[in-house]
T-cell receptor, first 111, second 115 residues
Framework: RKEVEQDPGPFNVPEGATVAFNCTYSNSASQSFFWYRQDCRKEPKLLMS???SGNEDGRFTAQLNRASQYISLLIRDSKLSDSATYLC????????????FGRGTSLIVHP | DVKVTQSSRYLVKRTGEKVFLECVQDMDHENMFWYRQDPGLGLRLIYFSYDVKMKEKGDIPEGYSVSREKKERFSLILESASTNQTSMYLC??????????????FGSGTRLTVV
């Protein structure tokens, strides 16, 4: 199985900080990429899809770098409520797809 | 909003019991998945299904089986529960990847303890 790797962290940042996470994937045929957020003892929830041209949703920006095979998530002006684990998801394409999750990056935003 | 409903939030079973975990989605999604999540190991795919009566093994199918008799329901079966199957089990569903609104929606999970 092709791998999806994330730095587990934790990333410990003050409110208002900008923080970025990367996620590397090994299957160059992958076509679909996502960032999910998971709060403690809750299910993962879709944060945003990652498009080839990059995309932004408020304080969150996702980028895809196919040449280096990684996706990134940038969070600007961090809020206490951003504290969570961020999971990247990569579909292992090539006809049939199999979603593979990274193990997640823990973010702690402190006052 | 898509809803994925898992039948139990918490479950305690004895070693050797046959355990059924049920998952139902209400948005006519083609694809359904069962994962388990353990600390430090992340989400690991057990089985998935692209269609009714169809199933595919994921990364860790040993000790598990699945059933998809209806499009909206995907059941995970632990044939003979063991303590190493104590875990959080998460069901997810999605549309086909060529759909613009493709993405995975998870149920709230079942925390299974095998004693």
């Amino acid at each position: 199985r092709k791998e999806v790797e994330q730095d587990p962290g934790p990333f410990n940042v003050p409110e208002g900080a900008t923080v970025a996470f990367n996620c590397t994937y090994s299957n160059s045929a992958s076509q679909s990429f996502f960032w999910y957020r998971q709060d403690c003892r809750k299910e993962p929830k879709l944060l945003m899809s990652v498009y080839s041209s990059g995309n932004e949703d408020g304080r969150f920006t996702a980028q895809l770098n196919r040449a280096s095979q990684y996706i990134s998530l940038l969070i600007r002006d961090s809020k206490l409520s951003d504290s969570a684990t961020y999971l990247c998801v990569v579909d292992q394409s090539g006809g049939s797809y199999i979603p593979t999750f990274g193990r997640g990056t823990s973010l702690i935003v402190h006052p | 909003d898509v809803k994925v409903t898992q039948s139990s939030r918490y479950l305690v079973k004895r070693t050797g019991e046959k355990v059924f975990l049920e998952c139902v989605q209400d948005m006519d999604h083609e694809n359904m998945f069962w994962y388990r999540q353990d600390p430090g190991l992340g989400l690991r795919l057990i089985y998935f299904s692209y269609d009714v009566k169809m199933k595919e093994k994921g990364d860790i199918p040993e000790g598990y089986s699945v059933s998809r008799e209806k499009k909206e329901r995907f059941s995970l079966i632990l044939e003979s529960a063991s303590t190493n199957q104590t875990s959080m089990y998460l069901c997810a569903s999605s549309l086909a990847p060529d759909r613009a609104d493709y993405g995975y929606t998870f149920g709230s999970g079942t925390r299974l303890t095998v004693v």
